[in-house]
């Protein structure tokens, strides 16, 4: 099985593991783990090493963190890495929904050297302005 892994500061990745609970059903292959605040590294090192319990050596993983060298993706990697599991692994920091969404699609055609091109395209697609030009003319909701 194929995983995407979740993993951020505070509850942003349970969070937003919630959110794709209740856009796309329950998946066994969504796994998230927060560093909230007050835990220590060591602490959180042992509860993710528990959440990546099902992850086989040629299972491939997509990990999502917050930020780019923040301890959360930080000390994920160092996990991976000790369970050997690096080459099957893709990891992107800045997560959003619309990265979440095409990682799960992703895992479901299989990840490969294009799914980091792809993941990034849509997490910088997902970020806009959004219009609030209203038409004094018509009624328009928003």
Do not use: W
């Not at 609970?21 to 998946?27: F, K, P, Q, S």
């Not at 997509?62 to 369970?83: F, K, M, Q, Y």
């Amino acid at each position: 099985m194929n995983y995407l892994l979740l993993v951020s500061h505070g509850t942003m990745a349970p969070g937003l593991h919630s959110v794709l609970r209740m856009l796309l059903g329950d998946r066994p292959d969504v796994l998230s783990h927060s560093m909230e605040d007050g835990v220590s590294a060591d602490e959180y090192v042992a509860a993710l090493q528990e959440v990546l319990e099902p992850v086989d050596d040629d299972d491939a993983l997509i990990v999502l963190g917050d930020i780019v060298g923040g301890s959360p993706l930080t000390n994920a990697l160092n996990v991976i890495a000790e369970r050997g599991l690096l080459a099957n692994t893709v990891a992107l920091g800045g997560m959003n929904l619309p990265m979440a969404i095409a990682a799960l699609e992703l895992l479901d055609e299989g990840v490969d050297a294009t799914s980091v091109e792809q993941l990034l395209v849509m997490g910088k697609d997902g970020v806009r302005a959004v219009d609030l030009a209203i038409d004094d003319d018509e009624d328009e909701e928003l």
